[in-house]
């Protein structure tokens, strides 16, 4: 099956053409600087600059962890595969479009963008499908800046885990492929926890394409014949999220996990879509 990847250019997206690249042939990849394509307003930028200041003095704990796992990522990977690379200051750019009309994948498989347009959409859809991993479980958690420290925030310990989709226009709304939670002891510290979503993100992808790529039946499962959920925005995540997720995860995590008829009750309800 030939692949062509739209993604970041951080390391753990380095890590996961890696390892798409064993599952597949990889024809070439397009990687993105996430740059938007019309300038934030003054408003905008006034949020996300008091946003910074908070995650700053808040959320080191959080920033940390975040460039820990990258550095432990950098090490194992510090380049992309030897295979054609395409930068992009946004994936939307005229050049993703020729890449795709140039290699033809049979699957266009994205990761670590900015938001994919329906010009992209379109033209993969016509060679054969577009697949996007969230790091969240759909549709109960979706947005960003991170699902997992949302769920921290909120108390939703049972809600951490990966989506693998078919993309469409919308924030993580595509038809569901696979969803599952990430397996966890309760014992994780916070960079073990990221390091147990981001490496079981990757595998749950990695068993969605090899799936694909063997012509076996994949789900195609609408959003809204599960439930509904939460749409979560990085201008929100402010001081007083940040406070409740480093407070959360201190006293709740571990409790909650490893309480398993606490945990039970809360999976009663739970909706997830398996790949076998």
Not at 173 to 180: L, V, Y
Request: hydrophobic share 40%.
């Amino acid at each position: 099956m030939n692949v062509v990847v739209l993604i970041g250019n951080q390391a753990n997206q380095k890590a996961l053409c890696h390892k798409i690249a064993g599952a597949c042939k990889l024809s070439a990849i397009v990687v993105s600087e996430n740059i938007p394509r019309k300038k934030p307003d003054f408003g905008h930028k006034y949020r996300s600059f008091i946003n910074r200041i908070g995650n700053r003095l808040a959320g080191r704990a959080f920033i940390d962890t975040w460039f820990k796992m990258l550095a432990e990522y950098e090490s194992r990977y510090p380049a992309f595969p030897d295979v054609p690379l395409v930068k992009v200051r946004n994936v939307n750019d005229p050049e993703t479009l020729g890449a795709l009309e140039r290699y033809s994948p049979d699957v266009t498989i994205v990761s670590g963008t900015n938001l994919v347009g329906k010009r992209v959409i379109n033209l993969a859809n016509d060679r054969g499908g577009i697949i996007n991993l969230h790091t969240g479980i759909s549709p109960y958690v979706k947005g960003g800046p991170n699902c997992t420290n949302w769920c921290l925030a909120k108390n939703w310990f049972h809600l951490i885990g990966n989506t693998v989709m078919w993309l469409d226009a919308g924030i993580d709304t595509g038809k569901i492929i696979t969803t599952e939670r990430t397996p966890l002891s309760g014992d994780e510290t916070l960079f073990e926890l990221h390091m147990a979503v981001m490496e079981h993100a990757h595998e749950l992808y990695i068993r969605a394409i090899r799936r694909i790529r063997d012509g076996y039946p994949v789900p195609s499962i609408p959003q809204d014949s599960i439930g509904e959920g939460a749409l979560f925005y990085t201008k929100d995540w402010n001081v007083g999220v940040i406070r409740n997720a480093a407070k959360n995860f201190r006293e709740n995590y571990r409790i909650f996990i490893q309480e398993k008829e606490n945990l039970q009750h809360m999976l009663d309800g739970l909706k997830l879509v398996s790949l076998e």
